[in-house]
């Protein structure tokens, strides 16, 4: 059932708010797939349209300001137009924005990741965290000379045909269509932290490459305990740190939990909100994309990769004065200081209105949970969304991405917007 049917008074002053949104999105539906490029920007019964954005704020082009907890997907640590950032890229710019050539700052870019992360005894850049993912895989395959991936139940890792395959009941089957069907047979899943299942399923099939799954809320042991699985079995690990990494801590999850994996994909924090990825890792893996003078290597040894916006000067910009700053842990320790008492104040204000449902989540990552027996799950993230926006703060669905520049009031004005909302969602039935 559509949003406009179950909350009807909430979705008629939304709609009454933002007229300007309403004709963007007419015009955007006769150019694109329902009306949207991403598909968590899909929401009912249309998106706002943001015009500008800085520090933890943004305007839509209905003139109405936001404290921004969507932070480019997550790729804002820092959050928008970071004044550092901002005078790298502006630097960059009228030097020229693709060289079709190596640069120096490729090169320092490069370093920083190596200094900072764990796993980086080498890496390769890539234009997308989707693509690293990719990488990473045929990489684990190349270096193990296998054919089957294993995959936690769930977790996500882009968009490429091996992600879709156990990311939703039934898991065998892909949740996109146009993916081989013969490609579930090379995809080996497990369920989330079930440790004797991911021991059965290496015992029981030698063929099984690598495991690739998201670090973050894995804990220190469940993480050690799948590394000495996967390598017991010859096979690798990979932890996806596109969202988590530079996060949780200036060297992501593995540096968080202390357990270094075989590889890393990263990407969003990466490249400072501008395009990038990266695949990291074992220098003996990472190199199998390495040139030789070896006819038999270059044609049935390596692993090739051209791509037009690898590395390009300015997602290198951004990136280095990116990771410059988040490399002294302050970003993320003000990020997490900030979520700690979000999460405190949304549980407070569940309890006092006595409605089951919790704000979690580690570090500056914030999930809320809302049970609801009255309507479905996307129904009730696009009311909460509403509800949020009509308070001046916007949300990704019931999840929460925290900055380093987030403040006080933005908190405050946080937990007020959730309080009202809950208050609305109630009016609506909802809750």
Known sequence: MLITALAPKLVARWAEAHPRAYQLYQRALKVFPSGV?????????????????AGSRKWDVDGHEYVDYFMGHGALLLGHSHPAITDAVLRQVPRGSHYGACHELEVRWGELVQEIVPSAEKLHFTSSGTEATMMAIRLARAHTRRDKVMKIRGHFHGWHDYATIAMEPPYDEPISRGVPKALASTVVHVSPMDLPALEAAFAADPDIAGVILIAGGCGHDYLQAVNDIAHLHGAVTIYDEVVTGFRYAPGGCQEYYGVTPDMTTLAKILAGGFPGGAVVGRAEIIDILEFRDDPTWMRHGRIRHPGTLNANPVSAAAGI???????????????????????????????????????????????????????GADQLKYAFRMAMQLGGVDVSGLAMLVSSVHTDADVDQTITAFDSSIAMLRAEGML
């Open 37 to 53: 490029t991403h598909d968590n920007r899909y929401v009912e019964p249309f998106p706002i349209y943001v015009d500008r954005a």
């Open 321 to 375: 004065a990116c990771l410059e700053i988040a490399r002294t842990g302050e970003p993320q320790r003000l990020a997490t200081a900030t979520a700690d008492r979000i999460r405190a104040g949304i549980n407070a204000a569940l309890r006092q209105r006595g409605v089951p449902g919790e704000a979690y989540g580690e570090v500056s990552q914030i999930a809320v949970k809302l049970p609801s027996a009255r309507v």
